[in-house]
């Protein structure tokens, strides 16, 4: 897909920007632009080129995330949760999920937080039982949060194993299997239209080939496979919020004026250093989503404590840079025109997703004093 990032930047202007508002204020799903992103190969973009995809990598990935986070929240969640989801799955997933995803028909998103152990997502408590004569197995869980609940075909769905020893098993869970339950709707303070509701499961059956990877396996292939594209992608997702409200402040700041001083707001010194705490923040950000890509390609040492390192800083950047962005712009930023508070509401939703800020800390603090990741 040679002129993948031209076709993106259509989609985003023609169907996903122009909708951004009205997502936001409804909290509908914008199917539109996921549609448009389906019909233009993006949706496929991650897949593999044998299976008819785009063969795009991390990097490809995280463009696509930080573009429609600059334009809505939502659709670069839902986005960044097909494609953390799809890399476990080209890794795994049957043959005939793998041709779907690439073709852009079908939608994925993972299915790990759980209402008893939260955002702890490396410890499911759902069970996995076989079931008749063994070639299915039968789920029950409470899964808290899942992204596109009522519009992904599949869910990338945590357990605790069906026979081995280990911490958790990793299954495919077709969304229309019977016994699976979403509730309502999603009624939150940012990423208003990214349909993420709890789904029960109660005896669902899936077959026992819907297991990704080995049973028990589940935990490493949640920490190798599915969190560096997660991580990386909520980086990626952080650094386009902050790049469109650095932007919009600047615009304001240049446009604005104080007619009695015959100035602008931007010849006002305090503003301008707003504005560059913003530029610094979002170019610090981004330059260690751009690193982190490099390690993970290049399997440099530090990759995995950079994987670790992203999110956190990206997220807490996007904290300080919306909220100077809200103050910078004063009530034109508290009111909806400039789309500053949106952003500021949608990019609070990356500090709480798992690995939450705390759980990054702690987790690259025991990288860096030499400790296990997870345990005393
Ligand atoms: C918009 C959105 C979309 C989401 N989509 C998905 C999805 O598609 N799939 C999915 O699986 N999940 C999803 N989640 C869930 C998310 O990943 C987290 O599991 C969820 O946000 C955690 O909320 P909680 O109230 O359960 O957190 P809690 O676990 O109750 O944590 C609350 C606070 O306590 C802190 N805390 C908890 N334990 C510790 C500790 N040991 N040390 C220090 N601090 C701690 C946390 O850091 C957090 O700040 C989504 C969440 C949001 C907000």
Redesign the pocket.
Known sequence: MPDWKDALERVINDVVAPDAERVDAEGSFPLAGIEALGDAGLLGLTSSAAHGGGGGDLAAAAHVVERLAASCGSTA?IVM?HYTATAAIMAHGRREVRRAIASGGHLS???????G?????WASQSSATPSGDGAEVRLDAK???????NHAQSYVW?SLPLAAEGPMTLWLVPADTPGLHRSGG?D?M??RG?D?VPVTAEGAKVAATAMLGADGGGLDLALMVVLPWFLVLSGAFSSGIMEAVTAEAARHLGATRLEHLDQTLIQQPMARADLARMRLATDTARTLVGDTIAAVASSREDAMLRVLEVKAVAAEAALQVTDLAMKVCGGSAFRKELGIERRFRDS??A?????????L??FVGRVVGGLPLLGP
């Open positions: 969640m949760m998103t993972l299915a790990f937080s759980e209402a152990s939260r955002s702890h997502f899964k808290s949060w899942v992204t596109a609940a945590s999603f939150g940012g990423l990214n993420s609070r939703a500090r709480v997703m798992a690995p939450t800020t705390d759980a800390l702690d």
